[in-house]
């Protein structure tokens, strides 16, 4: 790692941003981060040069830094990471890279965080440690957290525009605060308060936000892709059992799982709910925001937990 890292900082200092010297320089990780900035800058973007690493719908869990993802790293003056044990590669990346001038915002630092679970029913294999689950932003109320924190991070970069940015955060907290007033809503209003989930579990913030029961096949940062004979049989005895309006895949599934626990269990629909963690150039350019995606998330909650 210390030698690849020693090659590819070599090969940064051939890069140059001349262009980007007068925009301040903000780096995001992941979508989640990169949405946050932009909500909060709105109305000011040219004064700002935001790059998000993984924008091709890379899975944060498989992401690899590259030469040019360090350079930026090197040079930016606010990076905003998620943070946990995805992000492992930027503790080598930071200490190669030596930029004391950065401002560096983690957001599960700032979560009010929930411990990994072993789920019902998965073999000892699949069974996850007690670490702090890290999709944190999988919570509206940690989002508002987050959002507090770039704003200060960017008032403090821009003071000229603060009362602007100010505006902007608290205009996208009240954002956040009506639709996890809807989730709250929608759920008391529900028929079922379980949902199933034939794939990875990135949700548990989302669940625990709102008193809500699962069965899962997979931990939310499990690298398993085929569930074992017992995982199967009882996520579709609790399908049959529960009967709920859907089974539920996250938005990178192949859908193999869930179609035959779906079939099995007599359920006729499998729908998506969206992680947020999967956001490429494209989806953004085309309109997707965290609140979109959280909003068809809900949507989606809702076909699930009232079966017809």
């Not at 000229?160 to 007033?181: M, P, R």
């Amino acid at each position: 790692m210390k030698k690849r890292l020693a090659i590819l900082l070599m090969m940064m200092m051939l890069f140059s941003f001349p262009a980007l010297a007068e925009k301040v320089s903000i780096l995001c990780a992941a979508f989640p981060q990169y949405d946050t900035v932009m909500r909060v800058i709105a109305g000011h973007e040219e004064q700002f040069d935001v790059q998000l690493l993984m924008h091709s719908g890379v899975d944060l869990h498989n992401y690899q830094p590259s030469a040019m993802d360090i350079a930026r790293v090197a040079s930016c003056q606010l990076m905003v990471v998620n943070g946990g044990e995805s992000d492992t590669w930027l503790d080598h990346v930071l200490g190669a890279a030596r930029n004391n001038n950065m401002k560096l915002i983690r957001f599960i630092d700032l979560a009010a965080t929930h411990q990994e679970e072993a789920l019902p029913g998965l073999t000892e294999a699949e069974e996850e440690d007690d670490a702090a689950d890290e999709h944190v932003w999988l919570s509206l109320n940690n989002m508002k957290r987050f959002s507090d924190a770039v704003c200060g991070a960017v008032i403090a970069l821009d003071a000229a525009n603060a009362a602007d940015y100010k505006a902007n955060c608290d205009q996208y907290i009240e954002a956040l605060t009506a639709l996890d007033a809807e989730y709250a809503q929608m759920v008391a209003a529900a028929k079922l308060n379980t949902v199933i989930v034939a794939d990875r579990f990135p949700f548990l913030y989302l669940m625990r936000d709102y008193g809500l029961n699962y069965y899962a096949a997979f931990s939310g940062c499990s690298a398993e892709s085929e569930a074992s004979f017992e995982t199967m049989a009882l996520l579709i005895r609790k399908t049959a059992e529960v009967h709920p309006g859907a089974v539920l895949v996250t938005e990178t599934s192949d859908r193999r799982l869930a179609d035959t626990v779906a079939q099995s269990a007599g359920i006729s629909q499998v729908l998506t709910l969206n992680a947020v963690q999967s956001v490429t150039d494209n989806d953004i350019q085309n309109g997707v925001t965290y609140l979109t995606l959280m909003k068809e998330n809900l949507s989606v909650l809702r076909q699930a937990l009232n079966p017809d």
